[in-house]
C-alpha cells in the first residue's frame, strides 16, 4: 500500500451517496484528533493517518496507515487492528458487518460514536505499541 498524493479533501468532497461523504468528514475529525496526524490519501481511496511498516513472520512486508477508512458505495470500511480483538465492543456498536480486519459501517450516525472511539483507540494503541499477533510493527510517521 503507498501514500497517492491526492487531496483528502478533494476526495471527499467528490464521495456518494451523502451519508458517505458526511461519514468521511466525521471519520477524519475523529481519526485527526485520535492520531494527531493529518489525513492522507493512500491506494485502494483510503485515508489513512500516520504511517507504519509491518513484517509478517512469513517475511511479508509493507506499509500501511495507523488508523485508516474507505467511504466506499456499499458503507464506509474502517480497518482495525483485528475484529475479533474488540468482539465485546462490537457487540454494543450499533448497525454493522465485519471481515477479519474490517468494520463496515452503512450510516455512522446509527452506531455508538463513544463505543468506535474506544474500538479505534484500541487499535491505534495495539499498532502503536507493536502489539500485532504474528507482526512486528514500526511507525515511520
Known sequence: ???TGRDVGEFVAQ???ATRRSDAETLVALLRELTGREPQMWTGSIIGFGACRYRYATGTTGEMPLLGFSPRKAATTIYLD???AHTEALARLGPHTTGAGCLYVKDLAAVDGTVLRGILSDTLRRVVDDELPGATITVLD
Open 1 to 3: 500500500m503507498e501514500r
Open 82 to 84: 483485528r475484529t475479533d
Open 15 to 17: 464521495v456518494t451517496p
